[in-house]
């Protein structure tokens, strides 16, 4: 199954790289350019698509300063998951998000 894990810091931790993107856009000209935050994305294919929240949880986020999101199948009809929240569905699509 391939799937796709993005990264980001949590909320109120300090992203120093989205503060520079941020002050690098407002230079160029970008008004109304706010909160920017950067992030990563991970893409991979596994067998096991059970065991790619504890992979988050134990090597691709640092659960102390990243929260995680879970993108499974093949872009259009991409399924997001994560940890520490209730699945929920909307629109065809499961969705929870992984924090530390």
Do not use: S
């Amino acid at each position: 199954m391939r799937a796709r894990v993005l990264v980001r810091p949590k909320e109120g931790i300090l992203d120093p790289q989205g503060q520079t993107v941020e002050r690098a856009l407002k230079a160029l000209g970008f008004a109304g350019v706010r909160n920017v935050h950067v992030g990563r994305m991970i893409e991979l294919e596994l067998d096991d698509p059970q065991r790619l929240p504890e992979m988050c949880n134990r090597l691709l986020a640092n659960p102390l300063i990243e929260d995680w999101e879970i993108e499974y199948g093949d872009g259009a009809g991409m399924t997001t998951e994560g940890a520490g929240a209730a699945a929920n569905e909307r629109a065809g699509a499961e969705e929870v998000r992984g924090a530390g």
